[in-house]
Every structure is written in C-alpha cells, then in structure tokens.
C-alpha cells in the first residue's frame, strides 16, 4: 500500500487535538505541510494558504479540510481540481448542493472523497448497529448536551451562517443514529433556541419518527455545565440498548457490552487510506440532511443574547 501524503487545511482545534495526533499514529500515512491565515506549526512546514501549501509541496497526495464549513466547498473542490483525494472534517459542507457536487466532482477526477462522521467510530457505534440490524425499534432518546464555552473557545463562525450552532455537536449524535437505526427516520417537529444577537441555535428540541411509527426524540443543548452528556437510549422488542459518553460505552439491558477509550480519529485516518488504496469514496449525506430539515420546518424562539 503506498503513502498517503497529506497537506492539513484550518489549524485550529480539532486539527491540534485530533488531525494531527492521528495522522501520525496511523500507518501509511504522512503530514507533509499545513495551511493557515494565521496558525503555523514548529516542525511542520506551514503555508498561508491551500495554493501556496500545493504549489510548495507537489508529493501531497490528499487534502484534509479542517476549516470552518462554510469554507469547504471551495476548498475541497480546489483541492479535487489538482487531482488530490479529499477528507472533509464534519460536517461534509455548509449546504447539500455544494456536498452533492463535490460527489460528482470527486468522480469526474478519479480521486477519492471522505465525508468523516468522527463519531460513526466511537467504540460502541459497530456493535449497536449490528444489535439493531434485525430489530423493530419502538423508542429513541437523544441527548447531546455540552458547554460551548468548554468546546468551542472564541469560536464566532458557530454562531454565523453555516455554523450550526448547537448542531455542530448535534450533528454528531444524528451522524450515530442515521448509521446505527434500522429504519430511515425523518422530522416531525423542531424547536430552535437562538440567541438574540446570533444567526445559529444554543439549544434545539427535535422530534422524528420512522416508517413503523418509532418516537425518536433528541435534545441538544450548548449550555450544559457540569457533565457533558452524549447519550442515545434505544427501546427495542422489550430490551434497552444505551450508547452513552459519545459512543465510548454500550449497555444492553444494563449489561456492560463496551466500555473503551475514544479513538475515533486513528479509526478514520486508517479508513481513509483504505478507501485511498482501494479508490473509493464515502460520503453520506444524511446527517446533514437531517439538520437542513430541522432548520426548514423548525419553530424558532429567541432567547438571551450569547457573551
Ligand atoms: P477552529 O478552532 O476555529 O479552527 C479552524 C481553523 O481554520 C482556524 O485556525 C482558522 O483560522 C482556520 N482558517 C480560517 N480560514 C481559513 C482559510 N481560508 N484557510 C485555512 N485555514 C483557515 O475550529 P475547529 O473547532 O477546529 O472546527 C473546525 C471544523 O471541525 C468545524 O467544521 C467543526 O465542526 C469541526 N469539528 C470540530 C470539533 C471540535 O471539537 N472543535 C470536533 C469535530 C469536528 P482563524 O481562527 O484565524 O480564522
């Protein structure tokens, strides 16, 4: 299997704590280069930007994109354009078109694209799934409650356009539950909490349910303090299924089934240079789809302005 070689877009949170500890943790995979306005890395060769990081660095084979998502598109289709596969940090875009394009795009140039759902690699997420193969589900509960403040530092682009808000975690919870549910399942009713003085929601109130008539509910809150939860309860045929701590820690009618260490990000990188090797792609869209309906048919109410 031959290297992937790969030049990070955005130097900021995630890629600190996640990109770049597991790139180099993962086998035939190599950090060549970065790209930032602002941000550069000591003993990493940094670029201002994507161009001048490609023009210097001809041997990065893919491009990880670690920016803001209202700036994917162009990025990813920048990259695409000289013939680079592509991982795109969730979530894959800031709209559907433009995700939907990079898909064809991605095609037309023969390279490989990367839609990495993080938490679609949590410990428990495999095993829930297969549990759930065969079953009839008859409730869900969600809950993605976390500190923005603790998460999100100074981090303006959430609350704009294209930022999600709230959903910026809870597209994550959403990203389990369209990969692990057996059913499609699909909008009823939404509540989004927005602060007076932001265009993106601090808390939401969702309901769905599925073509068997499931009640599928999910709570996501930016304003938790104290402990952060990241919990999915699943009543099923008589017996509960609890994917708790982000998909670290799996219960089946109270016994234990999983309980591990997040590694979400070696498992990603190391199905990125699978599907590299083998020349495919995986993007799916459904977690963001479920997010765009929620803020078309969501009631809005507005709430105390975020400092
Ligand atoms: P962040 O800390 O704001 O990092 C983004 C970085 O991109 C910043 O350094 C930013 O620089 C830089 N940037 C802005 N414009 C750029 C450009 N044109 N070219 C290159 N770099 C540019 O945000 P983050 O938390 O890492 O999140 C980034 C993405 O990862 C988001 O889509 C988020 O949903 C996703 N994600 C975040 C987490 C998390 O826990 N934080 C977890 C999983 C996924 P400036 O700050 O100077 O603008």
């Known amino acids: 299997m031959s290297d992937v070689t790969i030049g990070l877009v955005g130097v900021g949170k995630i890629a600190r704590d996640q990109h770049l500890p597991a790139i180099a943790a993962t086998p035939n995979c190599r950090l060549a280069a970065v790209a930032d306005p602002h941000a550069a890395l000591d003993d990493v060769p940094s670029y201002a930007n994507l161009d001048a990081m490609l023009d210097a660095h001809p041997e990065i084979s893919a491009v990880a994109i670690c920016t803001p998502a209202h700036l994917r598109y ?70 993605w409650k976390e500190d923005v403040r603790v998460w999100h530092p100074g981090q303006a682009w959430i609350w704009q356009p294209g930022g999600m808000g709230v959903f910026d975690p809870g597209i994550n919870a959403l990203s389990i539950a369209t990969e692990i549910l057996p059913q499609p399942f699909f909008l009823r009713q939404a509540q989004l909490l927005v602060p007076s003085n932001a265009q993106t929601p601090i808390a939401a109130e969702l309901a769905f349910t599925d073509p068997r008539g499931a009640v599928i509910e999910a709570n996501f809150d930016f304003r938790q303090t104290g402990p952060q939860i ?17 998909g670290c820690r799996l219960e089946i009618d109270d016994e234990l089934i999983i309980e591990a260490e997040e590694r979400e990000y070696p498992g990603l990188y190391a199905h990125f240079v699978d599907l590299v090797a083998n020349g495919r792609s995986e993007v799916d869209v459904a977690p963001l789809r479920q997010v765009a309906d929620a803020f078309l048919y969501g009631h809005r109410d507005t709430t105390d302005a975020f400092i």
């Open 230 to 246: 990241w919990d999915i309860h699943i009543d099923s045929d008589g017996s509960r299924l609890s994917l708790t701590q982000g």
């Open 74 to 143: 162009s990025q990813a289709r920048a990259a695409l354009l000289r013939g680079k596969h592509v991982l795109l940090e969730k979530p894959p875009g800031a709209t559907l078109s433009e995700v939907e394009h990079l898909i064809t795009f991605a095609g037309e140039q023969g390279v490989s694209l990367f839609a990495a759902w993080h938490s679609r690699f949590a410990p428990g997420v495999a095993q829930a799934k297969q549990w759930l193969a065969e079953r009839q589900v008859q409730r869900v509960m969600i809950e």
